[in-house]
């Protein structure tokens, strides 16, 4: 009953987790299963680097984190008491093994090794610059330009040249560093991707989510906090904040789908926002029906929710398939919503005859949503209802979170109705802006000062776009760039 | 939210799964759909058998359906309108790809592939006699016996040599045949393992489970009856009942645990034969809880129905992960519970203080209980009591089912206050035999004269066990046996 | 300076070579150096099965021994003091894992694995036999005929069993034969495909040639005699000859160029014998230039002979590359003759302006030959014999060499002169059949009971080729036939 | 017959050869060839990067250009008109296809790969001082020096660039640039290793040698001479000489071993200079024998050449298999000399009681010529004597050859009568160095302006040795390295 949902066109999708020990025996085992935690948070490659006081060690590989980083002869070649690891889900870029991080350099303060979930926002500027001063990149990822900033920075100390570096650069980032030193990790000013701390006896662990720290006994210690540089050296953690302060902006869509259901992010259950999501969905949009169904697994705990508020009956009307798969050859005309079927099946028997109201996260491109409503309609519903757990999806983040363009987005070119008619359902109701602030614990959403980042909702980018105003730049990247075949 | 739990290894399984088209085009493609819906009866192999009119096409794979069969270039070689399919779990033999079905041979009549899903209970005993005769075994199947005796047969027809090797045989088996004139499905007198019939236009199907029609929108028509033999030869169907009529014995657990929620086995829809489970169990054995909660995913209809019935909130308090894996190396001494962690994750936010009853559908070890229990525990439960949602598991399954060796199954052992130690549970009860047959709709169960196969819960079997009882026959054939390195 | 060459179409190819050690530590291991001994004689596949006293193992690989079996992994679980191996070059079946030898039967009489070199020239009509009394086939090997051919005797022992199904096949076979008693080494009674006895200490070894007894640092003891079946079971070596004697007929091709030039065949150094060829190759069809230049590796033998007895400079006018390759890609117009490029390169510096005579051991198609001529001319040959270490090959061996159907033969289709147009050559001449003889030692091949089984020089085959005759039968056989995807 | 030999550990090794072709169709299948052609200068890795206008197109692959470069998949990724490879054999640093060249970087001015035959002896000094101006390495090549000089130069164009970084590095250098404006192929001052220029119509080819012209049918201009750049452009060649004009110092050891016999090296063909040495070391140190025998196959033109000067049988009395390998498990006691064994038999019936001279090309650490003298005594040899096709081999190579540590040279520990004794021959000698100048067609060696560098026999170091130097340097590059797991 996770809340991500592995092979899904029609999510947005988290693109990256982080997770980091320092100073304990089996430390990259640790990495291994933290990731593995996060695995929801990017399921396309992994990769762990460890360092054993002398070396660093790094395996990256194309895949899940389970049948790559469980194996002995991986995990025992990651030697040392200090370990970085990253899941990612897909870059801009080419999706090849040279994107996967952790990234690593050898500086002249010694090796560095980097694992970010974010996005910088003005990365191909900085990159342009950095390759008119000589510097190559291996990668087409955004986070080598940190690296090369550190790399290139005037300072002494690695600390000072990342701050240096960091103050440069515009976005998300959320950071795990490994060095010959320590541990660093840190988290942009506006806090926009999570990043929590946590410990096992002496051990100090990083991780994107708590989840992450649950899965190896962990306790929780506090979020890294915006603008927060945390370094672990020895038995000695030191705060840093160099940067001016501002008021936080995390992600709020990690409370409605990317977080899983069991974490807790900057403080509250994602589980209980999401049934209070589900209550507020029913007193906004409330519907006559027999049965509140979800659309699993991520509508679970809001039907959950709504089915308590409207005093309806909960019931599994979709059965969803745990053994995944998209790509099954089509056999023919006669089988009908193919892709759909591959991962969810109508329990037919239930709802012929019934009225039901569908509970979903959230409508994207609503090619899936129209398939599901006419999946309920064959199996013979009486009527089909859906009532969404976030408002509509209208803008593109730029925060590492792969969204199709604003143009694929169903929410920005139809209004509701449209909306409804295009999936099919005899009604269709979004939750309201303040309505999502209010399952947050908030009394609204404070329109000069949002407690969130709320953009792709809103379109109130909290950062400029450096890159994405000047798009020539990127164009101008690509001419003579390698390819691998 | 399936029933079958790829990999736990403190549950039954059932141990095939196969499905057959006949004539239609991209026959190969439609039987790789119908074996992934079927997926969760099988996860260690699959194989699809086609014949064109001239050639048979067999590839046979280690792994799921999807991965394997889902590629252009394995379905592309599987050329014809009629093919046969199997996913299998695990065998008594080795694990190795020639123990993979469909199994083939070149016999006087032509070509012939045959899929299985069940046991042969006297096969080790028939198998020797081939051997002195001079039959040469290509695999450790029990389903290679019955090629045999069809190959060596002294009828003319392939019809009646199959008929006559059945006779031979004892056990539980739901068969499909392909052969160079048709295709033929059976199923064992007694109707232990299920086999349904659909169609979809003018294409005749057979599935183990509903739902593989449903994945390629084919119309169920009934189940193929216990005893009976259905041909398929160009547009005429026939039915033969060569057998002595006996009363059916159709699997129990199916209804448990096997079957997917969304099928409907023998008649009856399994989603609320679990929910029936659910309320029969919350009427015979209630307790006084905040929460009900789901051991997911096979435990969530019957927590559903039990919640109903006792008017207590249904709640995740266990969150499952899609991410499976079980290899993981263990870090050191603070992770604990690392497997069943690996599975599962105490919604920790929600349990901390509260009493809670959690519903499974079996125990078989006991291994993972005692796990869940003490991980919600540790996440602060105030109370865990245990309700399970079918009675104590006491025997082995000697018709197509994984069962441990009856020592190691709890309920053999222990009575259910020992039971409820082992687990620590703050109280441990089970669905009465009685309960469970109520649930199916019957007035109880009749012991003279039982309406279903129940041996796991009662002892009572079907058929005689001739190779479990001439155990030393077995012994005999290890002598010189072949091991592929 | 190999007899054989890997990959070149243009040649006739020995399809098998056999090895077998009985009873020393490490059997598998000095298998897998007997067979990359005999690598030459197949490169396609390659297998091996050990006899532990209670088990049987085998493992088989597609591909070099070397890469497959020197893995210790491989190696390790091939357990047992017994074992024996094949390499392979080819069927007229097809070539998949199945095929691979040794095969392996469990027999009323216990294990029994056979490794096989020729062929049985009427398997198809046995086959259809035993398929008809109810056998089932795995492969399409005519080996397997001897196995169900033993497995389905009347008689009692596994040794009479074995002398009743050789009594039934015809055509060529060198055999191992490993048993739960001992192992069994025979040959055909015309002796067609070799097979020689070693000892090192008191290990008992049988291989295919010599250079395999050199390997493992063996004493060669002499040849297994047609029509022999040699015993051996713990300390006993025991020799049967259960057949009707007749005159031996080995195949003289071994001489020519199967058998690698540091081999003893039937008492005769190979490259003793090939150097005479070249000496009366010189006799018979001496031409005036300035180097004899042979065409590498296989003429090189008879090349120095013919140099030493014209008493002209031996040069190497052809260089040849190690690193073989056949499919590369054609980039364009400009690149010609590339196919023989990638193995052979003209000493351009050498021929330039002089007279030239190459050797080599045989013509099939011609086509090499051909763009050889052309080469040396492009590299400024003044002129360029072609001298042939053999009589024109016109005739396709039934006996375990993948020949050319006879119609694909240059020789089968054109006189001397047409085949020197045909390749371009300013003279062309092959050695006479009697010539051969002589350089085999004897004065003269006996027309009326040949000494050699030279079938593909003469068309004089010593068996009747049943499935030849009776072509029919592989086509009803075909019918319903399985194919691997 | 070639020179050089995949699998010998007793030999020294080139550690390149690259192959770049200019504007045609095809390039990449083109370099594919060309590479194939050069495999004996480099087994373990290969690249080719192609240029299509518009971006680079690359592909590495550990192995062989065979079977990775010969697939249609590889090759029609590899679009455009221009390409340039390499083959590799090994490094100082790590074998990790990070180390593969091409090597890529985006520049300020455009894509730029380069191809590197030869070893900078100043690179780890280069490389400090760059790491600690901000450049980041990829890899532990020295090549990739070169490529951080050209982006972190002052110049504008990348020509300047390129020269300006050149006049930077010590050592020797054959290189192929493929920039966005066309081809660049260079030479070091001193003319180290070799390469050359072709061309096949108006399609310009270099190589390292001439035999990669011959397989694409191109035809020979001239060599790169030491010390320039050839710029080609569209249509435009134009040549650079930008460097202070010195001797030219090629390797001579690429006559003795390293170059196909097929190739003219620096104008001379490599064939006739080895059959010239034989002819030489006959007359220095001839002795009494039965037969000449080359250690094949790198010995075969030396001992030709013997023969004919000391008219004495040329025979095979060595027959080496093609079927390579080195990685066998050892049986056990029993079997001596393994390693030999896997590439070399004795021609027993051959040398049986005969004295016999073998003649290779070097001896390097000795173990090698060893077993193969034990082994003709095995087989039986009267007297057997080592006469070698060069002086003793003293130093190791700092230019890209592989060579051992010098204390494991035999030549550096021993005389020439003891490693006579340590590798049991009746006698033994070796060519002088005057009798090698003399082979290559000079009067002799110039002992104050030697014409070739020949520093692994005299020690006479053409350059200064920096990093050998400081070895000091490679210690601090060390700390906090990356290990690829």
């Given at each position: 009953m996770l809340t991500t949902d592995p092979f899904d066109d029609d999510k947005l999708r988290e693109e990256c987790g982080i997770f980091g020990v320092y100073d304990t025996e089996g430390a990259s085992a640790m990495v291994a299963l933290g990731l593995h935690a996060l695995q929801h948070r990017g399921q396309e490659a992994a990769g762990i680097t460890s360092f054993d006081e002398h070396d660093f060690h790094t395996h990256r590989a194309m895949g899940h984190v389970a049948g790559n980083f469980d194996r002995e002869e991986i995990i025992g070649g990651l030697v040392g008491r200090c370990a970085i690891g990253h899941v990612r889900y897909s870059t801009?870029?080419?999706?090849?093994l040279r994107n996967v991080q952790p990234l690593y350099a050898d500086l002249a303060t010694g090796g560095f090794a980097i694992a970010h979930n974010g996005n910088i926002s003005n990365a191909m500027t900085l990159r342009r610059d950095l390759v008119r001063r000589g510097s190559i990149f291996?990668?087409?990822?955004?986070?080598?330009v940190i690296i090369h900033l550190v790399a290139t920075?005037?300072?002494?100390?690695l600390l000072d040249r990342l701050i240096d570096a960091l103050k440069r650069v515009e976005g998300a980032y959320s950071l795990l560093c490994l060095t010959t030193e320590g541990m660093i990790a840190c988290r942009d000013p506006l806090g926009i991707r999570p990043l929590v701390m946590g410990k096992l006896g002496d051990t100090i662990i990083f991780a994107s989510e708590t989840v992450a720290l649950d899965i190896v006994g962990a306790e929780f210690i506090r979020s890294v906090e915006p603008g927060e540089l945390v370094v672990v050296r020895g038995t000695d953690i030191q705060s840093h904040k160099p940067f001016i302060p501002i008021s936080q902006r995390p992600c709020i869509f990690e409370h409605v789908?990317?977080?899983?259901?069991d974490s807790i992010v900057e403080g509250i259950s994602v589980y209980s926002v999401r049934k209070a999501i589900g209550a507020e969905l029913a007193r906004e949009n409330g519907v006559d029906v027999d049965y509140v169904i979800p659309v699993p697994d991520s509508g679970t705990p809001a039907a959950i929710g709504y089915a308590e508020a409207a005093k309806i009956p909960f019931e599994l009307g979709i059965i969803r398939s745990?053994?995944?798969?998209?790509?099954?050859?089509?056999?023919?005309?006669?089988?009908?919503h193919l892709g759909v079927k591959l991962k969810h099946n109508a329990n037919r028997n239930l709802v012929a005859g019934k009225r039901i109201v569908l509970i979903d996260d959230s409508i994207v491109r609503g090619t899936t949503s129209l398939k599901i409503v006419q999946m309920m309609r064959e199996a013979g519903a009486a009527e089909v209802h859906m009532r969404i757990a976030?408002?509509?999806?209208?803008n593109s983040c730029f925060y590492g979170v792969d969204t199709?363009?604003?143009?694929?987005?169903l929410a920005s070119r139809m209004d509701v109705e449209e909306m409804r008619q295009f999936i099919q359902a005899d009604s269709l109701a979004f939750l309201s802006i303040d309505g999502l602030y209010r399952a947050l614990?908030?009394?609204?959403?404070?329109?000069?000062?949002?407690?969130?980042?709320d953009a792709c909702f809103t379109?109130?980018?909290?950062?400029?776009?450096t890159d994405h105003e000047a798009h020539e730049a990127s164009d101008l990247m690509m001419l003579g760039e390698q390819k691998l075949a």
């Open positions: 801009t870029g080419e999706t090849s291996q990668s087409t990822s955004d986070t080598e920075s005037g300072y002494r100390t789908y990317f977080s899983r259901p745990h053994y995944v798969g998209r790509t099954f050859i089509q056999p023919g005309d006669g089988v009908r976030s408002p509509p999806t209208m199709p363009e604003r143009s694929k987005l614990g908030e009394d609204s959403r404070h329109a000069d000062k949002p407690q969130y980042c379109g109130d980018y909290p950062t400029t776009l």
